[in-house]
């Protein structure tokens, strides 16, 4: 239902009474306890099928809270309306979560998070990650298409959040970068950076040290659509990549930042962009960097896309939607991006 349609017959003292009543009571109103399968049957985008054997589902009843509940025609599986979605087992309101997820378009930190819900550090924690792995699927969707800037930049292993007792043992001789080589190693993380000429933005960890065609076709590879060429400074593990996707390769020689029309000033506009707002977080584990990259890219997609004041709305219904459930437990066992074995195997080290 169109918000203009519901008022369009109203006088203007109701409308102003109708706005005073929804400001006084707007907390209550987002935190019934159905709020969370109201904002999904609003915004489900795919139609909802059974998930054992692709059935059309029936409505069936509701829970006590209200929740719509789902049989599916052929085998008889039931569902509810939040099954499989970010909300499923959530005892929290949609008021928080709304909250929760203003509060990361915000940047706040996790501690912040929690006083301002009144909810532990540990719920904030575990909201966080939950919204960043809803985002995966908006991540996934994204494609490069046209003239592209890429770029690689590398990030020093974090190992934030590992039991002591599994650390490699070089931090009695702890440099700065937490790592005795200097420059480009394999105790870098390499993330391959590309932007193409409407704003798409790819942010991917690869691997370890530096970048390689490979680890391009694993990245930017799986990306590109219709994309037509490729500007970079790094050309070297380009030219094979460029070359086997038929795309034209502008190589900017090194000590330029141009070459004839072309430039790689965006991408480079958007690493110390990506600098500044990963600090604000204080280091983040490597376990959990993609979901920061991730996170990144979703605000500056959002931000191209929308108006500020619609980011946050469009933001409910990217989150809360279909197939984006994980298990908290899941979220504390998220793998490392990249192969430890590898980057400490001079200290004999096994994860
Ligand atoms: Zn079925």
């Not at 005073?20 to 019934?32: P, V």
């Not at 800037?149 to 590398?154: I, L, P, T």
């Not at 690869?206 to 076709?217: A, P, Y």
């Not at 977080?281 to 959990?288: E, L, Q």
């Amino acid at each position: 239902m169109k918000i203009e349609e519901l008022l369009k017959d109203l006088d203007p003292v109701t409308i102003i009474e109708f706005k005073n009543y929804i400001l006084d009571n707007l907390s209550k109103l987002c935190s019934t306890k159905n709020s969370n399968s109201k904002i999904i049957t609003k915004f489900r985008k795919e139609e909802n099928t059974c998930k054992k054997c692709g059935c059309k589902l029936y409505k069936n009843g509701r829970t006590t809270s209200g929740i719509q509940k789902y049989i599916c025609s052929n085998c008889k599986a039931t569902y509810s309306e939040t099954t499989n979605t970010i909300i499923n087992h959530s005892k929290l309101s949609f008021e928080i979560w709304k909250n929760v997820i203003d509060n990361l378009i915000n940047g706040f930190s996790l501690r912040r998070i929690a006083e301002e819900n009144e909810i532990s550090l540990l719920t904030s924690f575990r909201l966080r990650h939950k919204v960043l792995y809803a985002l995966k699927h908006f991540i996934e969707d994204i494609n490069l298409t046209g003239e592209i800037q890429s770029d690689e930049k590398y990030f020093s292993i974090n190992l934030k959040g590992t039991k002591p007792k599994k650390m490699p043992r070089y931090s009695k001789k702890r440099t700065s970068t937490n790592s005795p080589y200097r420059g480009i190693s394999h105790h870098k993380i390499c993330v391959v950076s590309s932007i193409d000429e409407n704003d798409n933005l790819l942010l991917k960890i690869v691997g370890l040290g530096r970048c390689t065609t490979d680890m391009l076709k694993n990245s930017l590879g799986q990306k590109i659509n219709k994309a037509k060429s490729i500007t970079t400074d790094s050309a070297s593990a380009y030219q094979e990549f460029c070359k086997k996707n038929n795309l034209i390769l502008n190589a900017i020689p090194s000590g330029f930042h141009s070459k004839d029309i072309y430039n790689i000033s965006e991408i480079n506009g958007i690493h110390s962009q990506l600098e500044t707002w990963l600090s604000k977080f204080r280091g983040v584990s490597t376990r959990h960097l993609q979901e920061y990259l991730d996170w990144f890219v979703y605000i500056f997609t959002m931000k191209k896309r929308f108006m500020l004041n619609k980011i946050k709305t469009e933001s409910y219904s990217n989150i809360i939607i279909n197939n984006n459930y994980i298990k908290a437990n899941d979220i504390f066992i998220s793998k490392m991006p990249i192969d430890l074995n590898i980057a400490y195997a001079e200290y004999h080290y096994q994860s």
